[in-house]
Structure formats: structure tokens, C-alpha cells
């Protein structure tokens, strides 16, 4: 086999392009924490309600003082529907469905978590503006899919 | 063999434009990369 | 030199599979346009027809049914036109395999029509179709292997007698697909055998969500490579025969495929980067697996435009581009395809983006996406296709591709590519403000929502402009085929149709590429590697399984 000179250069600067790319996004994922959604929680998706934190739906303060936004998804709408979270806090929002396969996510930022049911998913936001944001659902869960959205607030302290 | 003696063929234009794709690409993920930074 | 022409029955086998081709892209790009009026509130369905029902009757159409028998009637021609006419016995099993698959096909829009089945292309469990559904998506995979097998039993006959020899590269990506193909559907055989079926007719009762997805998307991300690799294949031996070029190189050819068959597989994590219940190291490892699976595309970059270089600068082109005006842009066989090629500049660059990891939650499942894969499988392999079809079945049919029907297939490629341009820049634009995919008309009350029918070129109409262009582009296609299969004149002795195969120097290229035994066993370990552990955890820390629910 032979490769011609250019196609070598060429190669060459794909491959380390595609090393930079990926150590980028590890280093950032696993060093400084930004890793995607994810969580190793299974819970019964037929008692949701029955199992912690799931029978509290809702904003709640850890006693670190960071929050936890606790919130289940059903056809077609979330639970609580009204959510208030403190600008530059970190908050956790942990998710999951009491039916079929939904997602949480915020509108203009990195929060995008895919709801699971069986599964309890994960994500960590420091909100730095504060406003209404828009919550969609963007996997598809039946007929009302397109009616699935909430907002939340983030007020100043 | 016999090709070992031919000289490469010219691919001057093929490596330009192979390396303006490859810079495409580096600019397009560069920049959804800062986007999902600004979004942090 | 009519030595070129394949037999007439194995002429009739692939004209059948592109029938059934073109039945699907007509009806499937009906439901695309409706969608792109529906997303922006200038169309309300009638009662009987919901937006999800249309929306995976496009979506398995298309990525599916158009794309499959468009490509097995491409591999039953190159491969009866490359190793020789089929035996009756070979033809009998394709003929076979084609029933099957249609069988599978009907039941599956019997039941999409029905209004049981409104579950969309992934079919995510715990939405639970009829099971009939699950039962059509069986007979299609199980169709196609029979074809695969049928041609791979045809391709062993040769090696018998073609002791030592290399196959022809056509033969060679064939089978490399086939291959691909048959390791990828055993994920999606897996859970519609051994978790839908049994959960969707009542003999179990839950379902474990996590372990179907991944089950799926094992098959999920190999299935786009079974429709580029085909396109691939055009790109490597048809196109340089159109413009009087020769394989730039046999060996790099031959080795971007094995590379596919290597790394195409252990990679559907990607599509479920922001998902609970697999852990992020396994999530990072099929990133980085991935990442491996750009290089032969890379290679393929390079590979491409070195043949037309080369042939350029053999008719005279001089300078760094002098070339370029060489090639043959009068030929629309070679144009379409040209075009297709630039169209994957961006998909790929896309698909870079999607598969890094954390980025992904920048873009996932917002219409973005949607952008992403009309530019990838919508155009770069549907184009490609479309520049087949314009000699392939004038070749079939004996019939000729006209002056007329020329230009009118460049009107063709001409609206699609500035459809396309319109509908998939905007759809990424909007992913990028939020809008997600598959829904209907979202009339969120929210400015950032709003915003989504408010710009230029981000906006719902710039989408439903561009679907339009692209039915529009679609009816054409359907009028020339059907002309070139019917009703063109009929080929004589001086203007017959040839099915371009360029010849390809194999003295450079080892035999161990052809080492099937080896690349399989490769692809295996990689398997293993990517999945054991993760897929027993969903096993062995499933959660109570999921009912059945009919939320459409
Ligand atoms: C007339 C041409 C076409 C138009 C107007 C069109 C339009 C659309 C639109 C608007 C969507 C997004 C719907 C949504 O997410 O709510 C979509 C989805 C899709 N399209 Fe197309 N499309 C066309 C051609 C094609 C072709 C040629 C292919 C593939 C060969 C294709 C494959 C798909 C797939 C796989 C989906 C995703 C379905 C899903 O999310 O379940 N489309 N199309
Ligand atoms: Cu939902
Ligand atoms: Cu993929």
C-alpha cells in the first residue's frame, strides 16, 4: 500500500485534528466536570411517587446550599409545573417518567437531558442571567408532544 | 516495481482543497464548541 | 461490446427493487412536505391523519425502505454485471429475499396507516405499536439478509473459481456491506425478537427501556453507514469511469471499508450521550471509537478529488485548479453526484460535532439534527442515488437517457440542492436556538420560542420554502424515472446505456484486505470491547420493566 506525500500531510493533520478535538472535550468533561447528563439511579417507573426524592417533586435546598430541582415527566407536561431557581447557584435537576421516553430540556442552554423511564437522570446549571427560560420536550412521547413545555424562573437574591 | 521510480503525480490542487475541508471543519466545531461554552 | 449488459432476468430482479424504491421516495417526500407546512401552522390535518403517523411514514420510507431497495438493486446489477450473471438458484433466493422484504414493508405501512403504529423510525419502547408492526420490521431485516446471503453465496463462487485472484473492488465494497450490514441488524433483531415482540402481543410484561435503545442504536449508527457505503461505492468506481478516470488507488479503497466494517459498529453510545443508565467512561470510549471512524471518510476526501485532478490534468488542465474546468460538468451522471459530494463537506463536519461528547447537548434531538441528516443521508446518498438512477435504469430498461431527460434531470439536481440548501440551513439554525425536532406546530408562548418563525434564514418558512423546492425536485425525479423505465425510445446497438465500473489496478494491493475471517473477528473483539460490560449492567440492574403505552 502507498500513500501519496500529500495524502500522508493530510492524514497527519486529520488525525491530530481529531486528537485535539477529543482531548478538548475530555479534559473539559472529566477534569472540570462538564461531563453530559447522565445518572446510574434505576427506579420503578410504576411507583415514581412511592420512591424518593420523586415523592417531593419540586425545588429543594441541600444543606451545602446548592438545590435540587426534582421533577417527573408524564404525557405531556412536568411535575411541578412552576419552577423557581436562584441566579448563580448551582442547581441539580434530577428527572425521570412515570411513562414513556421524554426529555428535559432548557432552551438556550446546555441543559438537554433525555427522561428515561426505569432511569434517573442528572445534570448540574449554574444559571448566570436571569429571566424565564423555556423547558421543551424534544423526544417524541405521542399525540401531545408538541404542547410538552413549562418555563422556569430564575430570580436574583 | 516500475511505479517506485515515477514521480508522484501532481496533487497540488487536491491538497488545497482537501486542507480548506479539513479547515471547514475545525472552524464549524470550533464554533458550536464556544457556543456550548457560552451556554455553560 | 454489448458484453457489458446483464442478463435480462437479473435486469428485471433490480428494476423491481427500484420500483419499490421510487414508490416509497413518492409517498415519503409527500409526507415530508406536509410536515414542513404543519411545523409552521399553514396546514391543519383532517381528523384521520396525525402528524406522527406522517412523520414515520417518512421517516421509515425514506432512511429505510428508498434506501435499502435502491441499494440492493444497485449491488444485484454491479454484481451480476461484475461477477457474472446470477445461476437460477442465486436469482431464485434474491427474488426470495425481495418478497420478504416487501411483505415486511406493507405490514409495517399497513399498521403505520392503520393508526397502530404511530411510534416514529426509532420506535423507543414503552410506546408499543401493534405487534404486527415489530413483526414487519422482522420480515424486512431477515428479507434483506436473504439477499445478502444469496449475493455473498454468488461471490464465493467466483473466488472458487477465481482461485487467488482479488475480486473486482464493485464485488469487494459489496460484500464489505453486506457484512456491516448482517454484524449491525443482529442488535435490532435482538430487541424486536427478544423484547417487543414477546411485550407487544401480551406474553411479557415489561419491557427494559434502556437495554432496547441500546439494542437499537447498536444497529442504529452502522445503518447510516450501510446507506453511505453504497454511495461510497458510486464515488469510487462509478464516477471515475464517467469522467474517463481510472481508481486512485485499489489498496486505500479497499482499506477505507474494512475500516467501516471495524469501527462503524461499536459506536451507538453516540446517540445516547445524554441518557441515564450507562456510565460516562463507556460513554467517552465509543466518542473516541467514533472518532476513528473518520478516517476513511477522510481518506475517501482525499481519494476523490485526486481522481479528478488527475483525469483533469490528463485532458490539459493546468495550474493548482486548471483541472476543474476539465471535468465533465455537461454529464449530469457525473454533476449530481458532484454536487452530492460538497453536500457531505457539512454533514460530515456536523456529524463531527455531534458525536463530541459533551457538544452533543448543544444539539441533540433539536431540529438541528433534522438539518444534520438531509445533508447527509438526504442528499449526499439520496443524490448519489438520484445520479444513478439516471443511467442505471435506462440501463435496465433498455431504454435512453435523452437529451430532454438530460436537462430535465439537471432542473432535478438543480431544485434539490437549493431546497435542501434552504430546508437544511435552517433547520440547523433553528436547532441552535432550541427548537427541537419532531414535533408538530409548537405554539409555546415564550420569546425564545417565537423567535423560531421570526428570522431570515432561521425561521419555519425558509424550512417550508425549502421543502417545497424539494417536493417539487421529487416529482420530477418520479416523471424521469418513470419516463426512462416506459416510455423513452428504446436503445439500438449505437446508443445503448453502459453501467460505468472503472477499472481498478490491484497489483499494489495485499491479500489480507481480502481476509474477511480477519476483519470480522476484529470487528467482534471491538464489539465485545465497546459493549459486554455496559449492555450486563442494564442487564443486571434492570429496573422493574415498562408497560405498554398508546399515547397517540
Ligand atoms: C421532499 C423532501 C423532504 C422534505 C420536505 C423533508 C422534510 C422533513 C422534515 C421537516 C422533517 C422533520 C420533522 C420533525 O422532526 O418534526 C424530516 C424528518 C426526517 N427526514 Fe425528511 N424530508 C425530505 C426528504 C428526506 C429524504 C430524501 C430522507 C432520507 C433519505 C429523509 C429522511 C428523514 C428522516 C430519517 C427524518 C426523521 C424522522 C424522525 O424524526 O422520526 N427526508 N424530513
Ligand atoms: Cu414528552
Ligand atoms: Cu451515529
Redesign the interface.
Given at each position: 500500500?502507498?500513500?501519496?506525500k500529500?495524502?500522508k500531510i493530510?492524514?497527519g493533520f486529520?488525525?491530530f485534528a481529531?486528537i485535539v478535538?477529543?482531548s478538548v472535550?475530555?479534559v473539559?468533561?472529566?477534569h472540570q466536570g462538564?461531563?453530559?447528563?447522565?445518572?446510574?439511579?434505576?427506579?420503578?417507573?410504576?411507583n415514581v411517587r412511592g420512591t424518593a426524592p420523586f415523592d417531593e417533586p419540586g425545588v429543594h435546598q441541600r444543606e451545602d446550599g446548592s438545590y435540587e430541582v426534582v421533577i417527573i415527566a408524564k404525557?405531556?407536561g412536568y411535575e411541578p409545573s412552576e419552577i423557581q431557581v436562584p441566579v448563580g447557584e448551582e442547581v441539580t435537576f434530577t428527572v425521570t417518567s412515570e411513562?414513556?421516553?421524554h426529555?428535559f430540556?432548557i432552551?438556550?442552554t446546555?441543559?438537554?437531558?433525555?427522561v428515561?423511564?426505569?432511569?434517573?437522570?442528572?445534570k448540574t446549571h449554574t444559571f448566570s442571567e436571569e429571566g424565564?427560560?423555556?423547558i421543551?420536550?424534544?423526544?417524541?412521547?405521542?399525540?401531545?408532544?408538541?404542547f410538552m413545555?413549562t418555563?422556569i424562573e430564575v430570580i436574583g437574591q | 516495481?516500475e511505479?517506485k521510480n515515477q514521480p508522484q503525480?501532481?496533487?497540488?490542487?487536491?491538497f488545497?482543497?482537501?486542507m480548506a475541508?479539513g479547515i471547514?471543519?475545525v472552524l464549524?466545531?470550533v464554533s458550536?464548541?464556544l457556543?456550548?461554552i457560552a451556554?455553560l | 461490446m454489448k458484453d457489458a449488459m446483464i442478463s435480462v432476468k437479473d435486469r428485471k430482479l433490480a428494476l423491481t427493487n427500484i420500483g419499490v424504491a421510487y414508490a416509497a421516495f413518492l409517498i415519503g417526500t409527500l409526507c415530508g412536505l406536509l410536515q414542513v407546512f404543519i411545523r409552521n401552522d399553514a396546514l391543519t390535518l383532517p381528523g384521520w391523519l396525525?402528524?406522527?403517523q406522517v412523520l414515520t411514514a417518512h421517516g421509515l420510507l425514506l432512511a429505510i425502505v428508498f434506501t435499502t431497495f435502491f441499494i440492493f438493486a444497485f449491488f444485484h446489477s454491479g454484481i451480476s454485471r461484475t461477477l457474472g450473471d446470477f445461476s437460477p438458484k442465486v436469482r431464485g433466493w434474491n427474488w426470495a429475499g425481495f418478497w420478504v422484504t416487501l411483505i415486511g414493508t406493507m405490514l409495517v405501512v399497513v399498521m403505520i396507516v392503520a393508526g397502530q403504529a404511530?411510534v416514529?423510525y426509532t420506535f423507543?419502547?414503552?410506546?408499543q405499536a401493534h405487534g404486527l408492526f415489530y413483526v414487519g420490521l422482522a420480515l424486512f431485516v431477515i428479507g434483506t439478509w436473504i439477499q445478502g446471503f444469496a449475493l455473498i453465496a454468488h461471490y464465493l463462487k467466483w473466488k472458487k473459481q477465481h482461485k487467488g485472484e482479488l475480486s473486482p473492488l464493485f464485488a469487494f465494497m459489496t460484500i464489505a456491506t453486506i457484512i456491516l450490514w448482517v454484524i449491525a441488524c443482529l442488535g435490532v433483531v435482538a430487541t424486536v425478537l427478544f423484547q417487543f415482540i414477546p411485550w407487544a402481543f401480551g406474553w411479557t410484561n415489561g419491557i427494559?427501556?434502556?437495554l432496547s435503545?441500546s439494542l437499537f442504536w447498536y444497529f442504529g449508527h452502522p445503518l447510516v453507514y450501510f446507506w453511505l457505503l453504497p454511495a461510497y461505492m458510486a464515488w469510487y468506481v462509478v464516477v471515475p469511469k464517467i469522467i474517463g478516470g481510472r481508481v486512485f488507488?485499489d489498496?486505500?479503497a479497499r482499506?477505507s471499508f474494512v475500516l467501516f466494517i471495524l469501527f462503524s459498529i461499536p459506536v451507538g453510545f453516540h446517540h445516547?450521550?445524554?441518557?441515564?443508565?450507562?456510565?460516562?467512561f463507556w460513554?467517552?470510549l465509543q466518542?473516541?471509537l467514533t472518532?476513528m471512524v473518520?478516517?476513511p471518510s477522510?481518506?475517501t476526501?482525499?481519494s476523490m478529488?485526486?481522481t479528478?485532478?488527475?483525469r483533469g490534468?490528463e485532458l490539459g488542465g493546468r495550474g493548482?485548479?486548471g483541472?476543474?474546468s476539465k471535468l465533465p460538468w455537461k454529464d449530469v451522471r457525473f454533476t449530481s453526484i458532484f454536487i452530492a459530494m460538497l453536500f457531505f463537506?457539512?454533514g460530515?463536519?456536523?456529524g463531527?460535532?455531534n458525536a463530541?461528547?459533551?457538544?452533543?447537548?448543544?444539539?441533540?434531538?433539536?431540529l438541528w439534527v433534522v438539518g444534520h441528516f438531509h445533508i447527509t443521508v438526504g442528499t449526499p446518498v439520496a443524490m448519489t442515488f438520484f445520479g444513478l438512477t439516471f443511467w442505471l435504469v435506462p440501463y435496465l430498461s433498455g431504454r435512453r437517457f435523452t437529451k430532454s431527460l438530460q436537462r430535465m434531470a439537471f432542473l432535478q439536481i438543480a431544485t434539490w440542492s437549493v431546497g435542501m440548501l434552504l430546508m437544511s440551513t435552517a433547520q440547523h439554525l433553528l436547532g441552535?436556538?432550541?427548537a427541537?425536532?419532531?414535533?408538530?406546530?409548537?405554539g409555546?408562548q415564550?420569546d425564545?420560542?417565537l423567535a423560531w418563525f421570526d428570522g431570515v434564514l432561521s425561521n419555519h418558512v425558509t424550512m417550508a420554502v425549502g421543502g417545497s423546492i424539494l417536493f417539487l425536485s421529487a416529482i420530477l425525479l418520479i416523471y424521469i424515472v418513470v419516463q426512462l423505465w416506459w416510455l423513452a425510445p428504446k436503445s439500438d446497438e449505437n446508443s445503448y446505456v453502459t453501467f460505468p465500473i472503472a477499472t481498478s489496478d490491484t497489483?499494489?494491493?495485499?491479500a489480507f484486505l481480502e481476509n474477511w475471517k480477519l476483519w470480522i473477528g476484529i470487528a467482534i473483539v471491538l464489539i465485545a470491547v465497546a459493549y459486554t460490560i455496559p449492555l450486563s449492567d442494564m442487564i443486571q440492574?434492570?429496573?422493574?420493566?415498562?408497560?405498554r403505552?398508546q399515547?397517540?
Open positions: 500500500m502507498h500513500l501519496h500529500y495524502e493530510w492524514l486529520g488525525v481529531l478535538f477529543l472535550v475530555g473539559s468533561a472529566f462538564h461531563t453530559p447528563s447522565g445518572g446510574h439511579m434505576t427506579i420503578d417507573p410504576e404525557a405531556f411513562d414513556v421516553v426529555s430540556s432552551v438556550e446546555n441543559v438537554n437531558m433525555m428515561v423511564p426505569g432511569q434517573v437522570n442528572h424565564s427560560y423555556l421543551v420536550c424534544n423526544e417524541y412521547c405521542g399525540s401531545g408532544h408538541h413545555s418555563e | 516495481m511505479k503525480p501532481s496533487l497540488k490542487g487536491t488545497i482543497s482537501v475541508v471547514f471543519i464549524m466545531w458550536i464548541y457556543l456550548y451556554r | 396525525d402528524y406522527y404511530s416514529l423507543y419502547a414503552p410506546l427494559n427501556v434502556e435503545r488507488s489498496s486505500l482499506l445516547q450521550l445524554t441518557e441515564p443508565g450507562i456510565a460516562s460513554k467517552f466518542t473516541v472518532f473518520i478516517i477522510l481518506m476526501a482525499f478529488f485526486a479528478f485532478e488527475m490534468r493548482l485548479f483541472w476543474v463537506i457539512p460530515g463536519a456536523g463531527i460535532i463530541s461528547f459533551q457538544m452533543n447537548e448543544v444539539i441533540h434531538n433539536t441552535l436556538l432550541g427541537p425536532r419532531r414535533t408538530a406546530y409548537t409555546y415564550h425564545s420560542a497489483s499494489a494491493t495485499p440492574h434492570a429496573p422493574p420493566g415498562s408497560g403505552f399515547t397517540w
